[in-house]
């Protein structure tokens, strides 16, 4: 997968991009990232990025024409890749797992940082998506970018050691991960469940199916109401509530 990000402050980047996995990824080339100062494209002697808004307001707003033609870069530069554009945007679609998943199958994204009071409408002609992390502000795109991409190159395949942890992580299977231990068996007096060192694997399966469940129940009720949820997990509620 190929990923450009479009930001002001490149050096944001260095740390998150080349550390754990992401980093792994890289060096594998799993997955290629490239930073990209739009301000290299701003026109005029003192490249300029941002002006006042028409029609007045507080702060400043980011041009349409410098992201506009670093954009066009990368489409000459790599004209044969279909390129999801994506703006981080608080206005935007809220961002899940769902929506990692499906953007890592993409073959290219392109990921528009902004930065002050915000973006002349006029960019938005040019993107695909507009993403919000949540119902928050921060002082600019870059922080939710690197979350974005950590959420999207975990996905890749071979990029974890297990293949199969991204598929059971919390929100992968549409519930909260299970309850989880490791050695040793009594920390302190807290004793790992018995079940989980009995070597049955059914009733170890079951166990973490229904701890999953109740888990979502006691923390994430809403995740329930999006779910269609067997005849075991109905009688597994029935008994939570009872408890």
């Known amino acids: 997968m190929k990923m450009d990000v479009l930001t002001l402050f490149p050096s944001m980047f260095e740390g998150p991009l080349s550390e754990s996995i992401i980093g792994k990824a890289i060096d594998r080339e799993i997955v290629s990232i490239d930073t990209i100062n739009f301000r290299d494209f701003a026109e005029g ?11 007045g307001g ?6 349409a024409q410098p992201i506009v033609d670093a954009l066009a870069d990368i489409h000459e530069r790599a004209p044969e890749t279909k390129k999801r554009i994506i703006l981080m ?4 679609k809220r961002y899940d797992q769902k929506m990692a998943e499906e953007l ?3 073959e290219h994204l392109v990921f528009i940082c902004g930065h002050y009071e915000g973006f002349d409408e006029r960019i938005k002609a040019h993107v695909t998506d507009e993403i919000s992390l949540g119902d928050f502000i921060l002082t600019g795109g870059e922080l939710s970018a690197m979350v974005m991409i950590d959420s999207i190159v975990r ?3 071979e990029s974890l050691g297990n293949s199969l942890s991204n598929q059971t992580d919390s929100f992968s299977t549409g519930l909260l991960e299970q309850p989880q231990y490791t050695r040793p068996r009594d920390f302190r007096g807290e004793m790992v469940p018995d079940v989980l060192v009995s070597g049955d694997h059914a009733k170890i399966a079951a166990w973490q199916a229904k701890e999953s469940l109740r888990k979502t129940w006691q923390r ?3 995740l329930l109401d999006k779910m269609e949820l067997d005849e075991q997990q109905k009688q597994w509620l029935i008994s939570f509530e009872k408890e």
């Open 155 to 157: 996905l890749l395949p």
């Open 58 to 63: 507080a702060g400043m707003l980011l041009k």
């Open 89 to 92: 945007d608080p206005a935007g």
């Open 45 to 55: 002697k003192h490249k300029t990025v941002d002006d006042y808004p028409f029609g």
């Open 104 to 106: 890592a199958q993409e």
């Open 220 to 222: 994430r009720p809403d």
